[in-house]
């Protein structure tokens, strides 16, 4: 186990070296939505932040919707979710939703859209009449009219044609599921029991009825050799679908029941050397094979005969706009989903119980964080995205920690000034991750660096974190 340590905020040092590792260290953590929030920022009124969005000016908006429902507890995944048992529950949540969808729309009025993501847990554990209904509150409390991009997520032990058509019916054009890894032994480990019958029959459905499909794969977990990695990224191309997503094991975010599994099965953490050794493996392989990165995770053909770094189509708009500028909003609907408005973050109530419970009896099922203008979210979060637009930024509100930070990435040539904008380099898009905690101002780093001390007292188990390599190891490892 390694135990970070709040101080080790500091300890996270980019080296203006322009071979090796450009730093001493991988964060342990690999996804988070920025900006956080203070407990003293909670708002004593948590409709405010829904009544003041007009005076806000957004220039995107997407809508998360969250079904907690599965027929599998996988042992790796760290979101609200809990076991499906029977379809009650299923159809009283669905009806919160519905209710949510309602009462976000009598407060802030007909919002108008550009992406919306359905995710879980297990969405489409939704029968096709349940989604169906879901689909049609959508339209009628959300402005659809200009829409690009409605993503289902699946799980393919519940995937059934007439589901699938039942999501094409009401406007999904993206339908995404995981596959994690086709190794026995670590699909075991995850708690995975779908087939592999079952992965490529959902595959091949999901190409025929969708114009873009994604899967998304996990590397880097304990004990994985490199052929099991290559066996993983070779038959998840084989699906087909339109992109793939490789992430690498959250260990500090996984179930402890899942360290306890590898400990007894003999199975060691990587090291974050090895880990990121694997992910200049996938990213070799994946060019090689005609695909090109679209953002921190995914991969698609490449679109241009020409050596882009990262391709902007086909376009994952969801997380562009989750990992986009201050003033991109994201509204959450369901248990423990999160909205982010300009200046707020707000919290649904995690237990789908208590949600369903607070709905029915008219009250606010969520509480909210007065956060202020977060200008420099557009900085934190480019490396994911790969293009930092200078115009979106106002850089005179920007936190000088930030702007001196920046300053470093391009001295260390992970990021490159571009005269309207700045793009990362492929130094700086392989250790994104650790570009985004470097730009952080002093308040962010405190807090993920409190969350990562929070997850390692709670029995959560990490990675050896260390970077340091010697010079022969520095001449293998050059991008």
């Given at each position: 186990m390694?135990?970070w340590?709040?101080l080790n905020?500091?300890d996270?040092r980019l080296?203006s070296?322009?071979?090796?590792?450009?730093?001493?260290?991988?964060?342990p953590i690999?996804?988070?939505?920025?900006?956080?929030?203070?407990?003293y920022e909670?708002?004593?009124n948590?409709?405010?932040p829904?009544?003041m969005?007009e005076?806000?000016?957004?220039?995107r908006?997407a809508?998360?919707?969250h079904?907690p429902f599965?027929?599998?507890?996988?042992s790796?995944?760290?979101f609200t979710?809990?076991?499906?048992h029977g379809?009650?529950i299923l159809?009283?949540?669905?009806?919160?939703?519905?209710e949510?969808?309602?009462?976000?729309r009598?407060?802030?009025?007909?919002?108008?859209?550009?992406?919306i993501?359905?995710?879980?847990g297990?969405?489409?554990?939704l029968?096709?009449t349940q989604i169906e209904?879901?689909?049609?509150?959508i339209h009628?409390?959300l402005?659809?009219?200009?829409?690009?991009?409605?993503t289902?997520e699946?799980?393919v032990k519940?995937?059934?044609?007439e589901i699938l058509?039942?999501m094409?019916?009401i406007?999904v054009?993206?339908?995404s599921?995981g596959v994690?890894?086709?190794?026995?032994?670590h699909?075991?480990?995850f708690?995975?029991d779908?087939?592999?019958?079952?992965?490529?029959?959902?595959?091949?459905m999901?190409?025929?009825?969708?114009?873009?499909?994604n899967?998304d794969?996990i590397?880097?977990m304990a004990g994985?050799?490199?052929?099991?990695?290559?066996?993983d990224v070779?038959?998840?191309?084989?699906l087909g679908?339109?992109?793939?997503?490789?992430?690498p094991?959250?260990?500090l975010?996984?179930?402890?029941?899942?360290?306890k599994m590898a400990r007894n099965?003999?199975l060691?953490h990587?090291?974050?050397k090895?880990?990121?050794?694997y992910?200049?493996d996938?990213?070799d392989y994946?060019?090689a094979q005609?695909y090109c990165a679209?953002?921190?995770?995914?991969y698609?053909?490449?679109?241009?005969?020409?050596d882009?770094?990262i391709?902007?189509?086909?376009k994952?708009?969801?997380?562009?706009i989750?990992?986009?500028y201050?003033?991109d909003a994201v509204?959450g609907y369901?248990?423990?989903?999160?909205t982010q408005?300009?200046?707020y973050n707000?919290?649904?109530?995690p237990d789908?119980?208590?949600?369903?419970s607070?709905?029915r009896?008219?009250k606010v099922?969520?509480?909210?964080?007065g956060?202020g203008n977060?200008f420099?979210?557009g900085i934190?979060?480019f490396?994911y995205?790969g293009?930092?637009?200078?115009?979106?930024?106002?850089?005179?509100?920007v936190?000088?920690?930030?702007?001196r930070?920046?300053e470093?990435?391009?001295?260390?040539?992970l990021v490159?000034?571009k005269?309207?904008?700045?793009e990362i380099t492929?130094?700086?898009?392989?250790f994104?991750?650790?570009?985004?905690y470097h730009?952080m101002?002093?308040?962010?780093?405190?807090?993920?660096?409190?969350?990562?001390d929070?997850q390692?007292?709670?029995?959560?188990?990490?990675?050896q974190?260390?970077?340091?390599?010697?010079a022969?190891?520095?001449?293998?490892?050059?991008?």
């Amino acid at each position: 186990m390694w135990n970070w340590g709040l101080l080790n905020m500091f300890d996270l040092r980019l080296f203006s070296r322009k071979d090796g590792f450009p730093f001493n260290r991988q964060l342990p953590i690999f996804n988070w939505y920025y900006p956080f929030e203070a407990d003293y920022e909670l708002l004593a009124n948590p409709v405010l932040p829904f009544l003041m969005r007009e005076q806000a000016l957004t220039r995107r908006c997407a809508a998360y919707l969250h079904i907690p429902f599965c027929e599998t507890i996988c042992s790796f995944c760290p979101f609200t979710r809990g076991k499906y048992h029977g379809d009650e529950i299923l159809q009283d949540y669905t009806q919160a939703l519905e209710e949510e969808l309602r009462l976000k729309r009598e407060l802030m009025g007909r919002l108008t859209v550009n992406a919306i993501f359905v995710g879980g847990g297990t969405p489409s554990i939704l029968n096709a009449t349940q989604i169906e209904s879901l689909g049609k509150a959508i339209h009628k409390y959300l402005d659809t009219t200009n829409l690009t991009e409605f993503t289902f997520e699946l799980e393919v032990k519940s995937v059934t044609r007439e589901i699938l058509l039942a999501m094409r019916r009401i406007g999904v054009n993206r339908v995404s599921f995981g596959v994690q890894t086709f190794s026995k032994r670590h699909r075991a480990l995850f708690s995975l029991d779908a087939t592999t019958c079952q992965i490529r029959e959902t595959a091949a459905m999901s190409n025929e009825l969708f114009d873009y499909t994604n899967v998304d794969i996990i590397y880097g977990m304990a004990g994985q050799t490199p052929a099991e990695l290559l066996n993983d990224v070779r038959q998840a191309v084989g699906l087909g679908t339109t992109s793939v997503d490789f992430y690498p094991l959250n260990n500090l975010s996984a179930q402890v029941r899942m360290h306890k599994m590898a400990r007894n099965a003999g199975l060691q953490h990587l090291d974050a050397k090895q880990r990121t050794r694997y992910r200049l493996d996938i990213d070799d392989y994946l060019r090689a094979q005609g695909y090109c990165a679209i953002n921190g995770y995914s991969y698609s053909r490449r679109n241009r005969p020409d050596d882009t770094l990262i391709q902007h189509t086909p376009k994952f708009l969801y997380h562009d706009i989750v990992y986009g500028y201050h003033d991109d909003a994201v509204i959450g609907y369901g248990a423990s989903a999160r909205t982010q408005l300009q200046g707020y973050n707000v919290y649904n109530h995690p237990d789908r119980t208590e949600y369903i419970s607070r709905i029915r009896s008219g009250k606010v099922p969520w509480e909210a964080y007065g956060i202020g203008n977060s200008f420099d979210k557009g900085i934190v979060t480019f490396p994911y995205r790969g293009v930092l637009q200078k115009i979106r930024i106002p850089w005179d509100q920007v936190d000088p920690v930030t702007l001196r930070a920046l300053e470093e990435a391009i001295k260390a040539e992970l990021v490159v000034d571009k005269d309207d904008h700045y793009e990362i380099t492929k130094r700086g898009w392989l250790f994104y991750v650790n570009l985004m905690y470097h730009l952080m101002p002093v308040k962010g780093k405190e807090w993920l660096s409190r969350r990562i001390d929070s997850q390692v007292a709670a029995g959560h188990e990490s990675e050896q974190t260390s970077l340091v390599v010697t010079a022969q190891e520095a001449n293998c490892l050059r991008p």
